[in-house]
Structures are given as C-alpha cells and as structure tokens.
C-alpha cells in the first residue's frame, strides 16, 4: 500500500473524531443485512483505535465494507469513514494477500480486447452454465452472478471511423465498460453533445482505478491515476473541459485522485471534470443548451447511484429528462443495488449484495415501470438482474428522444421510440 505517511497519520487522527452517534450504522447497507459486518462505525473510526501498524489485523470483516459512502454522507462531524475503511482493507488484504480472482476482476481493461475481438463466442461462453460453474469452483465467482457481455466493435473503435464536428472542443473521459461491454452509452453522449455543437475528443486514457482502489490495491490504483492525470492535465490546459458518463469513474477522478490519493495536478483537473448532466444542466440554466424533443410516452423509473450521490451535485440527470415531453419519470427510492463495483460478483458476497438489493427490487415492483434508468453500470447489471426490466443510462434515451432538425413539429412517435429502445409499445 503506497499512501503517504502524512496522510495516514491524518486519516487516524480523524477517527477520533467519531462522536458514536451511529448514523453511519442506520444507512450502511451491508450491516443491514449480515451480522458479519458490524457496520462502518466499527469498521472504520472505532477498530481504528485499536490497530497499530506492525501488528497483523483481525478484522478480516473490513472486506465486507462495499464501498458505497453512504456512511461519509450522514458523518456530522465529517469523520472520512470510508477511507478509514478502505485503510484498513488494504492492510488486511496487503497481510492476507489477494486472490487471483480479484485481480481478475480489476484488470479487465488488460483482457477486455479478447473479449471484444472474440465477443460471439466470449458471450456464449459466459452464459453456459457449465462454464458459470467452472468459474465459481477456479475463481468464487458466484455462478448467478451478472456478468456482462462484450461488444464489438469498441467504442473507441468506433469513434475512429467518423469525424466529429463541432463549434467548441470537450474531451470524454469514457471509461473501461463503455470501451468495451456499452458502446452504445459513449455513442449516445457522442451524438448528443454534436447536437448542441460540440466537438469530441477522446484523450488518451486508462482505467480510472476504481476497482483496484476498491480491492484496497492502493499502488495499483495510485499508477493509474498517475498515467491519467498525466493525459488529462494536458486536456484541460489545451482550454477543454473533461466529461464522464460513468458516476464510478467521475468520483475517482473528482474525489479520490485528490483527498486520497493526493495525486499532485488533480486538484486542477478536478475543477474541469464534470458529469455529462451536470454539464447539460449548466448550459441550461445559462440559456445554452437548446433541446428539441419528440414525445416519448414512457413511464421510467431513474435510480440515482451511490457514487453520484457522493460527489454532492444532486441528480442533474432526472433534472433533464423532465424535458422530455410525456415522458413519465420517477426516483426509486432506495439506497444501493448491492453490485458495489466487484463486489456483487464474488461467491462470499453474493448473498449479500442480493439482500442488499431487494429493498431496490421491491421498490421498483412498487413503481411497475416500463425502463430504468441510471448513470452506473455496476448499477444497470445489477437491477437487470434483479427484475429482468430493460436498464438505460439516461444519456440513451436523451439521444433517442431529440428531435432532428428537420422534424417541422414535436409530435407523437411513441411506439417508434419504443421499439428503437426495445420496449414493447
């Protein structure tokens, strides 16, 4: 683990802060669940004490934190709960080693081409069951769980074959799924941002580092923040802003290259990067942003992300699509999904991220909605799994639902919408 000194003293120091008021306890959502996590308050602020740096850990339970920040959320007095936890993963998994199935689920970005170039063949292989529990018996990858299926060709791939045009240059910070598993996400924010008059511009770029973060691989995280700092500062010093569509990989970017991590330049970089909604919705608010849209009578249900919730900017998302004319939206109003990046996908985490996600499913069977809609992947496999109901990011049915210059009138194309969106109309 790589952090500094300085920080490490400064995060222990803020554990002492914990007034035990047990907010944190009332919103986690894996101590909701299990009796084997005692919540982030234990976890976190409160082993903290009880921890010295050269004696093995105990508390081989810190693992089952899901890395949701529900808990920082409620803090009053701004107590760094979640790091303290993530602190005190990596000094256990660091004792412990990790397995190779974790590193397997952090590294996609390494074998995510092979999956791409041999996608019809990759894709029927992760859908056989006998494979499935291959995979569980090698790796612990629970056998139920929803992994997702690779498309070809990439995103990246596809943005070469064309010529983006536009009156102002903005960079797309696009991330790792989208690239490989959900191109039609980066299509979607591509031909969005060419209709309002903007050029793309897809930097050079690595995984955020999220996963490896998340794992608690704190130097594998640090050097991909580093290499795309290194990028990304170059973007933003050349006069453009940086816009993500994933809220995973924003709040890395945002929060953790720079109160973590404390990667020098991000700090800069953060004051240039923003969600795609946010940035739609400033246009908006500043009389920018000139949307013209066909009538989509849909009734959909928005869930806003755990991550998107810890960057602090509301749900600027749902905020645009009531634009969008008879177009019935809804928040569901739960917490977490239980995926939690790679969580959801390990055999001893399963359940739990299945529990966790019930009040979710139960909600969404409450509002009986036609399509859901949410910013995160982990998120969109998740409630998938969960309710069998077709899961957009809300940038693909705004693209779906512009109207192009040369419709005379906003008019009803309700059913062609539909189908364009694979829901039955």
């Excluded at 400033?282 to 000139?290: H, I, R, V």
């Amino acid at each position: 683990m790589t952090l500094s000194s300085k920080k490490r003293d400064s995060l222990k120091r803020n554990a002492d802060l914990c007034i035990r008021c047990a907010n944190c306890m009332a919103v986690c959502p894996v101590s909701r669940v299990t009796p084997l996590f005692p919540g982030p308050k234990h976890a976190g602020p409160g082993a903290e004490r009880f921890r010295r740096p050269g004696e093995l850990s105990v508390d081989e339970w810190v693992d089952l934190c899901i890395g949701c920040h529900l808990c920082d959320s409620v803090c009053p007095a701004g107590v760094p709960i979640s790091e303290l936890n993530l602190l005190a993963k990596a000094k256990s998994l660091d004792e412990r080693g990790r397995p190779f199935r974790d590193w397997l689920l952090t590294h996609s970005y390494l074998y995510g081409w092979g999956g791409v170039l041999f996608s019809p063949l990759t894709n029927r292989l992760l859908r056989n069951s006998m494979v499935k529990r291959l995979l569980e018996t090698i790796l612990k990858i629970h056998r139920k769980s929803p992994l997702p299926d690779y498309q070809s060709p990439t995103f990246r791939q596809w943005f070469k074959g064309r010529s983006s045009r536009g009156g102002k240059k903005i960079a797309y910070f696009y991330g790792c799924f989208t690239n490989t598993n959900e191109i039609d996400v980066g299509k979607a924010t591509v031909e969005v941002l060419e209709a309002i008059g903007f050029e793309v511009v897809l930097p050079p770029q690595d995984c955020c580092g999220l996963p490896m973060l998340g794992n608690g691989d704190f130097n594998g995280a640090i050097k991909k923040g580093r290499k795309n700092l290194s990028s990304l500062l170059r973007t933003i010093r050349s006069g453009m802003e940086v816009l993500y569509t994933s809220t995973s990989c924003g709040f890395m970017i945002k929060h953790e290259y720079a109160h973590l991590l404390e990667l020098p330049g991000s700090e800069d970089l953060a004051k240039h990067t923003f969600e795609l909604f946010e940035f739609l919705r400033t246009l908006k608010e500043s009389g920018n942003l000139n949307f013209h849209f066909k009538k989509l009578p849909v009734k959909a249900g928005y869930f806003a992300p755990c991550h998107l919730r810890a960057l602090g900017i509301g749900f600027p998302a749902f905020e645009i699509l009531k634009l969008i004319p008879g177009l019935e939206s809804k928040v569901i109003e739960a917490d977490c999904c239980g995926m939690g990046g790679t969580f959801g996908f390990k055999k001893e985490k399963y359940e739990i991220a299945e529990e966790i996600g019930k009040d979710l499913r139960e909600a969404i069977d409450r509002l009986n909605p036609e399509l859901i809609l949410t910013e995160c992947e982990g998120c969109r496999l998740q409630i998938r799994h969960l309710t069998g109901l077709k899961v957009l990011h809300p940038i693909q049915i705004l693209r779906d639902a512009l109207r192009s210059s040369s419709d005379q009138e906003v008019f009803d194309v309700g059913d062609a919408l539909k189908n364009k969106i694979g829901l039955k109309s």
